[in-house]
């Protein structure tokens, strides 16, 4: 259910739900994810959709209107997507409920610890592909590429 | 039971006591921060500066709050009428909050009980100070956007890509210091600045964090969102009476919780040669603390009326080719140093 058709509010209701999501990383004692969280997704990417939405000024009236039969035809297959995926998942495998593991293991000493120890080769993978990434952006923002 | 009851009564009336007093000493510094733009203004421009309002002027900024609350409160027609009522309310609020992780000092001895000056002690601390300034941002942009005006647009835009684009260099720039002190909490930070300052190991960090301190702050000459000449007055151009006041009011509560942060990160906190922050009763620590802070909005105020302000393509320029370039060399020969010569 679509509660808002203003693309700005729905940016600002996202942004609310990030922070929600902090809220449960500082509930599971793990602040930096929780800050890097903030910082990331609402400081950053969020900044960025704004402002695409701020220079197009998407408005409802430019939305084009789905017409009735439309609606009804989405409704009837979303709905039986939903049946299909409570079937699916009813009766599947339990997850077992995690045991009181060590409450310390999000503080930013030991998920440091770890990233550099156990978890190097894919955090570095994860670097090397940020970098690509970045590189790739800038080479396609290039209006004239000299061959 | 209820000893663990008394305890968090006794921590719920601390934090609260400490928060409203730092509220309302926030709330007093940054009007008389106006007060003191002026006066300095004035002094630059061989001028006297607010005069009139009781002994040299000094009752300005209550005669301005005053004036603020009574002017005619305008909603434009055309506006987003929620968003442009949330959007000062927002911005004064994430300025407001980065007080919480600031060590003012380190115990106050008062009545025969310990108050720890510091609101929250959370081990993230300065990353916290980060993630408000990275969204700080918001209460500009929305401002501007839901005014529905075009040069407040403008200052809006402008204003979220210069923050954007200075908040990575600024980043890069703390990195320096918490590779030097191997923790995120500004308690420690401070703790180990009692012999030696992090400016002496730090200058081209200092330099970098404050330019970007004073482009995040919107202050000149980086005041892009709202510079008057090309903008009329930027992304409040719509904006009057106290939401007007709260955007005002909210820049010089971002200058003094900036001037504060650079004091703590580079210049000891509430640490200073020859002086012990324990001194009355723990006083000592806040005086000094504040002392480094007000010296440091005296600076920002003598950025502002000596530089002219830079055009935009400038600003971008310095801030991608030099700035970001200058904190990741900061970065790796801060790097180099502690391999080479241990802390």
Sequence with gaps: MVFSRNPVHSVLLLIFTFFCIAGQYVLLNAQFLAVVHIIVYAGAIMVLFLFVLMLLNLNKDTEPQKSTIWRISAGIASGMLLVTLVGALRGGVQMPVPGSGNAEVGLVENLGQVLFTDFVVPFEIAGILFLAAMVGAVLVGKRDIKA | MTALLLFSLGFIIEKATLILVLFLVTLGVAAYATYGERKIAAFFQDRLGPSNAGPWGLLQPIADGVKMFTKEDFVPNQSERWIYILAPGAFIFVALMASAVIPWGTTLTLGGLNWNLQVADVNIGILYVVGLASLGVYGIMLGGWSSNNKFSLYGAIRASSQMISYELAMGLSLIAIVMLSGSLSLRTIIEQQS??????????????????????????????????????????????????????????????????????????????????PNWLGGLMGPIILLSKSFFFIFVFMWIRWTLPRFRYDQLMHLGWKSLIPLAILNMLLTGAGILFFGK
Excluded at chain 2, 250 to 256: D, G, K, L
Excluded at chain 2, 257 to 275: A, E
């Design chain 2, 195 to 276: 012999g030696m300052w992090n400016v002496v190991y730090q200058p081209l960090g200092f330099i970098l964090f404050l330019t970007c301190s004073l482009a995040e702050c919107n202050r000149a000459p980086f005041d892009m969102a709202e510079c008057e000449t090309e903008l009329i007055g930027g992304y409040h151009t719509e904006y009057s009476s106290m939401k007007l006041g709260f955007f005002l009011f909210a820049e010089y509560i971002n200058m003094f919780i900036s001037c504060t942060v650079i004091s703590c990160l580079y210049f000891g906190g509430y640490y200073f040669p020859g002086l012990d």
